[in-house]
Nanobody, 126 residues
Framework: QVQLEESGGGSVQAGGSLRLSCAAS????????MGWFRQAPGKGREFVAG????????RYADSVKGRFTISRDNAGNLVHLQMNSLKPEDTAVYYC???????????????????WGQGTQVTVSS
């Protein structure tokens, strides 16, 4: 497993932007698929975006396509989520997650990820 720590959350108005970062305890090139999930109050944890080991393959939830971009720095230990045109419905705790090394599919299922960060709060006001 790998330790993950999110940062960059905060409060913004609708239409604004935030950039979340996830710092891993080892170089990201040695980690497989990574993803971002979110959980709003009273709701289950949902997939937001995922990226494969090389960074060439990405996957997004329909609700964030065209507004969010996931990227990874395989020379370092960071994965980012750039969030633009934020909406009140994007309000949630955002979690970084990693699949076990060797698993190649960018899964949308939380149970397929073995390592999780503590989460960072994102609040979007109208």
């Amino acid at each position: 497993q790998v330790q993950l720590e999110e940062s960059g959350g905060g409060s913004v108005q609708a239409g604004g932007s935030l950039r979340l970062s996830c710092a891993a305890s080892r170089l990201t090139f040695s980690i497989g698929v990574m993803g971002w999930f979110r959980q709003a109050p009273g709701k289950g944890r949902e997939f937001v975006a995922g990226i494969n080991r090389s960074g060439a393959g990405t996957r997004y939830a329909d609700s964030v396509k065209g507004r969010f971009t996931i990227s990874r720095d395989n020379a370092g230990n960071l994965v980012h989520l750039q969030m633009n045109s934020l909406k009140p419905e994007d309000t949630a705790v955002y979690y970084c997650a990693a699949r076990s090394q060797g698993l190649m599919v960018v899964s949308t299922t939380p149970g397929d990820y073995s390592s999780w960060g503590q989460g960072t709060q994102v609040t979007v006001s109208s």
